[in-house]
């Protein structure tokens, strides 16, 4: 298997804009039947050797305990009760509105119920318009869905390495269904006072200081895949520090920096996995140096905290 293989926005555009809103229909059931975790790390999906999963849920609203899968090898989605009552459908040949029809129907079959409280798309252009609704979104193309999990499960084991090295309070590397990107992100003890008026999904995800690295498919404002790394609160002269490999650079987004590296930049590369992880270092130390950070403090090389573990036996 290629390491980081070609995926281009538009040969599955229509595709991707389909899943991703199958993909937050079972994101707000997840939201619904889950015990609410800081930053809202109850929420995103997590890798499986097949596709993605919302991890097991219920009990806290009623329900038995179940999961759901989007199996991205055999195309169906699965969903599971925890006594083995399996209900499953495939992912070709859906509208959004079907899609969201038959979920509900598969949960109902196990027994489980589920209040979602808003069932319509979260940030997205048709916002307004409810998942029963959706009768435009109906493209899905099995290889280039495949394509999708292959390199997301790449990448999230870069992450994983990357993440290796920080002993603080870090996320797990985790799929988020809203932003349809897959991040993990070290978190300083800086409580952040949002406002009052911002709304309440940032307000929770950057109530503590954070650097984040990640990774997404691409979208309408820019449309081409891409590793990213920021901090939040952004500190000043961020956007002057140097960055690795050469081809990365500093972007402005909604009124502060993002450091990204294009995956085209980078696949082709020998060593594509390694300047991968240097460009997120590079953007971490950085970003921990201009914000105070303690780094030699915090960093754990190889995923060792054991002053007497030796890193070669």
């Known amino acids: 298997m290629e390491m980081f293989p070609p995926i281009p926005l538009s040969e599955w555009k229509a595709s991707k804009e389909t899943l991703h809103r199958f993909a937050q229909v079972v994101g707000k059931i997840r939201l619904a039947g889950s015990v609410r975790r800081n930053h809202w790390w109850n929420v995103p999906y997590h890798l499986t050797g097949q596709g993605i ?3 097991p849920m219920g009990l806290v609203d009623g329900n038995p305990v179940f999961t759901i899968d989007f199996d991205f090898v055999g195309h169906r989605l699965i969903v599971r009760a925890l006594d083995g009552a399996t209900v499953s459908f495939p992912l070709a040949g859906q509208s959004v ?7 509900l129907d598969a949960l109902r079959t196990i027994g489980v119920e589920v209040a979602v409280e808003h069932p319509h798309p979260f940030d997205l252009p048709d916002a307004k318009r409810p998942f029963a609704e959706d009768t435009e979104h109906t493209s899905y193309d099995p290889f280039w869905v495949n394509r999708y999990w292959q390199v997301l499960s790449q990448v999230a084991l870069t992450l994983e390495e990357f993440a290796s090295g920080y002993s603080g309070k870090i996320s797990p590397v985790h799929h988020f269904w809203h932003t349809f990107d897959i991040a993990v992100t070290r978190f300083s003890d800086r409580r ?7 709304d309440p999904v940032t307000r929770e995800a950057y ?9 997404w498919f691409g979208d ?3 449309p081409r895949p891409a590793f990213y790394s920021y901090a939040a609160p952004e500190p000043g002269g961020l956007a002057g520090q140097p960055l690795r490999p050469a081809a990365a650079r500093w972007a402005e987004q909604r009124g502060s920096h993002l450091a990204v590296l294009e995956y085209d930049d980078v696949r082709g590369e020998r060593d594509a996995r390694a300047q991968v992880i240097d460009f997120y270092e590079s953007v971490y130390r950085a970003a921990a140096r201009l914000a105070g950070w303690d780094a ?3 960093a754990c090389p190889g995923g060792i905290t054991d002053p007497h573990a030796s890193h070669d036996g």
């Open 192 to 198: 952040i006072d949002q406002p009052r008026d911002v």
């Open 207 to 215: 109530s503590r200081e954070v650097i984040s690295a990640g990774f």
């Open 97 to 103: 509105s079907s899609f969201h029809r038959r979920t």
């Open 220 to 222: 309408e404002a820019f």
């Open 296 to 298: 030699e403090h915090l």
């Open 53 to 55: 999963t919302t991890r």
